[in-house]
């Protein structure tokens, strides 16, 4: 079953850590956002395969936006 895994928070795409395919464990960091001056790193739900990234570095999204799936 996919798990998407989205953002907490507005703001924008930090740095993109991981990438289609990659095995990741509970609480690995995927992604990084920028918010109001502040890293926030988004982890792992769970372990699996990242399938889908749907960002991309430096792009602006709001709260609830998928940022990665994971199968």
């Known amino acids: 079953m996919a798990i998407q895994v989205e953002a907490q928070i507005a703001g924008s795409v930090w740095?993109?850590?991981t990438q289609?395919?990659?095995q990741v464990a509970?609480?690995?960091v995927l992604?990084?956002?920028e918010s109001m001056k502040m890293e926030i790193p988004i982890e792992a739900p769970c372990a699996g395969?990242?399938?889908e990234i749907r960002v991309r570095e430096g792009e602006s999204i709001e709260e609830g936006t998928v940022?990665?799936?994971i199968d």
């Open 31 to 33: 992604i990084v956002l």
């Open 49 to 51: 395969r990242v399938v």
């Open 20 to 22: 289609v395919g990659a």
């Open 67 to 69: 940022l990665a799936v």
């Open 26 to 28: 509970p609480e690995d």
């Open 15 to 17: 740095r993109i850590e």
